[in-house]
């Protein structure tokens, strides 16, 4: 009853840090003290990493730490750490190598380690790994007792917080000392994956169990940097209660008057179009008229570069843009070369730095060759909470078909703007023209007629008057349409030439009928 009662008082429980502190976090302050974690996980995925991180944090703080390794020298774990930029030379820190290689014999390293760690006092203890120790037991009664020494007595009698690490085999989820589960108090699985699509690794941590601890979101995204295990910042904020009414200037000429008096603050915009329809053009003129009204701008593309963006800027008249400012910052990412929560937590860190009244990511398209459907999705999910959140006013691109139907390939991720604007080139009597038409915008009454649009040399975008007479605009196949006299014209066409062809087919009758005769 008494170990019943501690656990049940463990959410209240002592913390001690992981010296990761994005895991902290998830935890509510850390591993509670006292306590046994398993830590587990395929080869590569960056166990021992995080093991460096909560040793070092003990050596900080002045706790005793003991670890155990039953495949690595003294040496090469302090050469690794120091890789990380991590101080392991301290009184405090005790390695113990675990090597033996007869089953006969490991009865005298464990109570050696054991030893070491009643000696020393320890405070924080790590196993790497328990699979081994376990293999070199000679068979699972042995193994049981271990554990059960390593539960009641290392951990609850002498108040040790303790790591051990499992290993995975590749496909499978679970440690090879499957009955660890049940004994320890937190199970922490750590995933190396290999994206076959893009060639690329990822690693991430999800906490699959953890007495006393009300984790949320249980899943950590990771990668080993200089500074050792580096995480992704998890954007959770997606649905702020918030809402504005103030309205903005596109910085278009007509196009306010078809939103009904510009865009609200704190709206996402997706920008549908061809290849040279006119996207950037759009969106360097959104982020210009921001920076005439004296309002930070950011300008985020995996498509241009920044000089050829104000280049651009300026031979249609741009000139804030072109010119550069302290209130605006442009940046070209390059994202086949990240993973998705680390080209999140970049342009996350972006605007929380540069607070930004004004944000045009360009373009989502081009985010496809690298990401999956449910990461893109996650991006526009994290910019949209963004926006709410802080009043930001958001531009995505995104390429459709240059020809033919009006595709959807953003059907996944349309749902989650508030404005959705089509841009259209078409053929008609010969030549290209431009079309833009307002397809949805919450909250307005807005116009719904599709719009011709010039792009000017020195004058920027101007919207021009609603298209009469054609049809198929959005089809990339336009027509123009009939008037109901040249209706009415082509009916009587067709019934005098339905006549004329029975009169002809009875004429051809008769003469057969008088040849049989």
């Not at 190396?192 to 699509?197: I, P, S």
């Not at 918030?242 to 704190?266: I, N």
């Not at 019934?495 to 087919?505: D, M, S, Y």
Request: glycine share 10%; charged share 25%; hydrophobic share 35%.
């Amino acid at each position: 009853m008494k170990n019943i009662k501690q656990k049940a008082g463990t959410q209240h429980a002592e913390r001690v840090s992981t010296g990761v502190p994005s895991l902290d976090d998830m935890l509510g302050g850390g591993f509670p003290r006292e306590s046994l974690i398993l830590l587990t996980g395929n080869a590569g995925s960056g166990k021992t990493s995080f093991c460096l991180h909560f040793v070092a944090e003990g050596i900080k703080k002045g706790e005793p730490c003991v670890y155990v390794s039953l495949g690595e020298s003294r040496r090469q774990f302090i050469e690794n750490a120091r890789r990380f930029g991590l101080d392991l030379e301290s009184p405090n820190f005790h390695f113990f190598e675990y090597l033996t290689t007869q089953k006969a014999h490991a009865a005298g390293p464990f109570q050696d380690f054991l030893n070491l760690v009643v000696k020393t006092k320890a405070k924080r203890l790590v196993i790497d790994s328990i699979s081994a120790m376990i293999d070199s037991m000679g068979g699972q009664s042995e193994a049981r007792s271990a554990m059960h020494v390593i539960f009641e007595t290392v951990v609850k009698r002498m108040g040790v917080t303790a790591i051990l690490i499992g290993e995975t085999g590749i496909g499978r989820s679970e440690s090879n000392s499957d009955f660890t589960h049940f004994v320890a108090d937190g199970v922490i699985l750590v995933k190396l994956e290999h994206d076959l699509r893009t060639g690329r690794y990822s690693r991430q941590l999800r906490i699959e169990k953890m007495r006393g601890a009300a984790v949320g979101d249980a899943t950590l995204p990771f990668t080993l940097g200089d500074a050792g295990v580096v995480p992704y910042r998890r954007f959770n904020s997606f649905f702020p209660d918030k809402a504005y009414d103030t309205r903005l200037s596109t910085g278009v000429e007509g196009l306010d008057d078809v939103m009904g008096g510009g865009l609200f603050r704190g709206s996402t915009v997706l920008l549908k179009g061809a290849t040279g329809t006119g996207k950037t053009n759009l969106s360097t003129t959104f982020v210009n008229e921001g920076l005439k009204r004296g309002e930070r701008c950011l300008y985020i593309t995996n498509e241009d570069s920044v000089a050829e963006l104000k280049k651009g800027a300026s031979l249609l008249g741009l000139d804030e843009v072109a010119r550069g400012s302290d209130r605006l910052r442009m940046e070209t990412v390059d994202t086949e070369s990240m993973e998705m929560y680390e080209l999140a937590a970049k342009v996350q860190q972006m605007v929380e730095e540069f607070r930004p009244q004004r944000l045009v990511y360009d373009g989502i398209s081009g985010l496809s060759p690298a990401f999956t459907n449910q990461e893109i999705k996650y991006f526009v999910k994290m910019l949209r909470g963004l926006s709410k959140e802080t009043g930001m006013t958001t531009v995505m691109t995104n390429t459709i078909s240059i020809v033919g139907a009006l595709d959807n390939p953003d059907e996944a991720i349309s749902s989650w703007f508030d404005v959705m604007l089509i841009l259209r080139n078409f053929e008609l009597d010969g030549a290209m023209v431009r079309s833009m038409v307002l397809i949805k915008m919450r909250r307005s009454q807005h116009d719904r007629t599709i719009h011709e649009f010039e792009i000017m040399p020195k004058k920027g975008i101007i919207v021009k008057g609603g298209f009469k007479g054609l049809e198929n605009i959005l089809s990339g196949s336009a027509k123009r349409s009939q008037t109901v006299a040249e209706f009415r014209l082509e009916e009587k066409e067709i019934t005098k030439r339905e006549r004329q062809e029975r009169a002809a087919r009875k004429t051809e009758f008769e003469k057969r009928k008088k040849a049989k005769a």
